[in-house]
């Protein structure tokens, strides 16, 4: 079975999508332990940085939403490498069946190939299907990166509502939510022009 | 879907077992696959049927970036061993795939190309991986007449195959061998049955018993650990192999 450019294509691509999926999933641990932390050092500063407080609890549910997408992304993957699977093997089979045709001319042997290209047909539909959901989640990904930086800017704003001693702590906590939701969007940016290196699915 | 175990890390150099998908079906035999890493390459021990190579693929992925694979090494022929080999080439074209001589033109039935396979010579061979030596082991007739195995001296980690391979019940289907009289019992059948010659057996008892061997990793059932690999070897080197017996 010799592979062609598409099927290494496909395989390539999922595992651009895998490796985001897995510096994402970095990104989402450590956002929420700094939101942990960030909530902890916000109620010594009392009223003053409720605000902050707030916004400290939004980066957090903002982490467990992140995680619960790469959950979703994550079984997405394992499906389209089974579709790829599926889909190089026929691939294989309709290619072995073409020369078969070619060089009997047969009719039965041509109606096979038919059905073959109808079963290939049908797995390549199912797989551009898994591709489109994988990228509707990109999108909403890239809204939730977009959404923390917004957030974490209120945090840096929220920081200077704070005493002089707490104040450096919650500015750099804040700049710390504002780096790991810039990150998110260019692990984001970077996955997708990864993908399209291999070709659009 | 598999899952990933590390069996073995120090720095850049690891070992990783792909085991125990709870979604394989029954008329499939159950097999592990090793994941080694040095430096940037990896190499993966008997990568398993085609109807595996999707969990297989999506456990690899979890546990390292599979572009970073190199080498696959085929113990044997079998096709619960190598019948992936041309999905993992459809991944990536250029990975070399270490197998005995002996199967040269027949495992390319399978896939790939000349330049695809790295033939092993009966007496076996050192390779690197990244800048780590691996030594190929022979055990031919064990139970393949072309038959290799794998020993990293560095992380005293042995894959050997179908030897020390166990056919677990589904509640007795631990990682490692926790018991060992109780795991041997699944081994023996098989051992008895598909290892076909003493003299061989013999040969490789005294091989491995000259090695220093942490784990004894197996292709199929549990892995052994500590003392359980020399408790295997001598085990094996009393057991009647090479006949069938017949009833009625």
């Known amino acids: 079975m010799t592979p062609t450019a598409d099927e290494s294509h496909g395989f390539g691509r999922v595992v651009a999508l895998n490796e985001a999926c897995k510096q994402l999933l970095a990104r989402s641990f450590q956002v929420n332990l700094l939101a942990l932390d960030a909530m902890v050092q916000s109620k010594r500063g009392g009223g003053r940085v409720r605000g902050f407080d707030e916004v400290s609890s939004q980066m957090r549910m903002w982490s467990r939403d992140l995680h619960a997408k790469l959950e979703q992304?994550?079984?997405?993957?394992?499906?389209?490498?089974q579709r790829t699977s599926l889909l190089t093997k026929e691939?294989?089979?309709?290619?072995?069946?073409?020369?078969?045709?070619?060089?009997?001319?047969?009719?039965?042997?041509?109606?096979?190939?038919d059905e073959c290209r109808d079963a290939r047909d049908a797995s390549s539909h199912a797989l551009a299907i898994d591709w489109r959901k994988i990228m509707e989640l990109l999108s909403d990904l890239d809204q939730l990166g977009m959404m923390a930086c917004v957030l974490s800017r209120s945090a840096m704003i929220e920081a200077c509502g704070a005493g002089p001693e707490l104040r450096t702590q919650l500015d750099h906590v804040s700049r710390e939510f504002y780096a790991n939701a810039l990150s998110v969007v260019d692990i984001l940016a970077e996955a997708l022009k990864a993908m399209q290196q291999q070709g659009n699915p | 879907m598999k899952k990933a175990t590390t069996l073995f890390e120090n720095g850049?150099?690891?070992?990783?077992?792909?085991?125990?998908?709870?979604?394989?079906?029954?008329?499939?035999?159950?097999?592990?696959?090793?994941?080694?890493?040095?430096?940037?390459?990896?190499?993966?021990?008997?990568?398993?049927?085609?109807?595996?190579?999707?969990?297989?693929?999506?456990?690899?992925?979890?546990?390292?970036?599979?572009?970073?694979?190199?080498?696959?090494f085929a113990s044997h022929q079998d096709p619960d061993v190598i019948s992936s080999l041309a999905l993992w080439l459809s991944f990536k074209p250029d990975l070399k795939c270490y197998t005995?001589?002996?199967?040269?033109?027949?495992?390319?039935?399978?896939?790939?190309?000349?330049?695809?396979?790295i033939s092993v010579p009966d007496h076996g061979a050192t390779i690197?991986?990244?800048?780590?030596?691996?030594?190929?082991?022979?055990?031919?007739?064990?139970?393949?007449?072309?038959?290799?195995?794998l020993y990293d001296p560095g992380a005293k980690l042995y894959f050997s195959g179908d030897v020390g391979a166990a056919l677990l019940p589904p509640d007795a289907n631990?990682?490692?061998?926790?018991?060992?009289?109780?795991?041997?019992?699944?081994?023996?059948?098989?051992?008895?049955?598909?290892?076909?010659?003493?003299?061989?057996?013999?040969a490789w008892c005294a091989r491995v018993s000259r090695l220093e061997i942490d784990m004894l990793c197996p292709?199929?059932?549990?892995?052994?650990?500590?003392?359980?690999?020399?408790?295997?070897?001598?085990?094996?080197?009393?057991l009647e192999v090479g006949v069938l017996k017949l009833g009625g």
């Open chain 1, 73 to 81: 992304l994550g079984e997405l993957s394992a499906e389209v490498v």
């Open chain 1, 91 to 113: 691939a294989h089979v309709l290619r072995l069946i073409g020369e078969a045709v070619r060089s009997s001319g047969h009719p039965g042997a041509q109606r096979a190939l």
């Open chain 2, 12 to 72: 850049d150099h690891s070992w990783r077992v792909l085991a125990r998908d709870p979604a394989l079906p029954s008329h499939l035999v159950d097999t592990n696959e090793y994941l080694i890493s040095s430096r940037g390459s990896a190499l993966l021990t008997d990568p398993g049927g085609q109807e595996v190579f999707p969990s297989v693929f999506s456990a690899l992925s979890a546990a390292a970036d599979p572009r970073t694979l190199t080498h696959i």
């Open chain 2, 100 to 117: 005995s001589w002996l199967w040269n033109t027949f495992i390319p039935h399978f896939g790939g190309t000349a330049e695809t396979f």
């Open chain 2, 128 to 149: 690197e991986l990244g800048s780590r030596p691996l030594q190929i082991v022979p055990a031919h007739y064990l139970h393949s007449s072309g038959n290799i195995h």
């Open chain 2, 174 to 202: 631990e990682l490692f061998v926790t018991n060992f009289e109780r795991h041997i019992r699944f081994a023996e059948g098989f051992h008895r049955r598909w290892m076909g010659s003493r003299e061989a057996r013999d």
């Open chain 2, 219 to 238: 292709q199929h059932g549990a892995i052994y650990r500590g003392r359980d690999v020399q408790r295997f070897i001598n085990w094996f080197s009393e």
